[in-house]
């Protein structure tokens, strides 16, 4: 399975500003995407990643607050801008291998925003 | 509305019971149900997976049991050990490009 790593793993920040999240993958794979995990719940897909394409977003998660870059086929990063409180949860990527359904997870981002 | 549907929500276990995590979907348009275990400050790690086209799948203590009628999938864990305390999670996807529609997970503790 591919080697995700994550960056920052944590980071705490004031409300009002904005932070980006890296990931980056040891091989070059299609599909990325973005997952939120408040604390102590499950994870929510935020956003497919493609490669060449505009980001997909699910409902409920717009552009303007989760802007997304995928430059190639190893690199993403998601921006949580203009944060407040309530954006304070684990940010996880993910990469499609193999049969394209099977997702392997990046160790995460700990995001606290006060 | 919730997709995947995950009971129990905490489940404690005696070492070297059977831990057993129960998942039901809605969408038929499901055809991969994978289950993942996520220890505190980790990401989520694959443990196992299957298909609707076979009825239980088994990879060393771990195995799928799957009813495509019922729509029903479930986890069992043979011989728990206090190593496999942790938070599981099932999921299910209808293509590659849709991701993962997870369950709200099960936190379980394997007492010694």
């Known amino acids: 399975s591919a080697v995700i790593s994550q960056k920052p793993s944590r980071d705490i920040c004031q409300r009002g500003t904005s932070l980006t999240i890296q990931c980056q993958v040891d091989?070059?794979?299609?599909?990325m995407f973005w997952y939120r995990q408040q604390p102590g719940q499950s994870l929510t897909l935020i956003a497919t990643a493609n490669q060449g394409s505009e980001a997909t977003y699910e409902s409920g998660f717009v552009i303007d607050k989760f802007p997304i870059s995928r430059p190639n086929l190893t690199f993403s990063t998601l921006t949580v801008s203009n944060m407040s409180p309530e954006d304070s949860s684990i940010y996880l990527c993910?990469?499609?291998?193999?049969?394209?359904?099977?997702?392997?997870f990046g160790p995460g981002t700990r995001l606290l925003v006060l | 509305q919730q997709q995947v549907k995950q009971s129990p929500q905490s489940l404690i276990v005696q070492k070297g019971g059977i831990s057993i995590i129960n998942c039901a979907y809605e969408?038929?348009?499901?055809?991969?149900f994978p289950w993942y275990q996520q220890f505190p400050g980790k990401g989520p790690a694959l443990l196992i997976a299957?298909?609707?086209?076979?009825s239980e799948k088994k990879e060393g203590r771990f195995t799928i049991s799957f009813n495509k009628s019922a729509k029903q999938f479930s986890l069992h864990i043979m011989d728990s050990q206090p190593g496999d305390s942790a938070t599981y999670f099932c999921?299910?996807?209808?293509?590659?490009?849709?991701?993962?529609?997870f369950g709200k997970g099960t936190h379980l503790i394997i007492q010694p």
């Open positions: 969408n038929t348009a499901f055809d991969y």
């Open positions: 999921a299910a996807t209808g293509g590659g490009a849709d991701g993962l529609t």
């Open positions: 299957i298909r609707p086209d076979v």
């Open positions: 091989s070059q794979v299609t599909m």
């Open positions: 993910s990469v499609a291998q193999g049969d394209q359904e099977t997702q392997y």
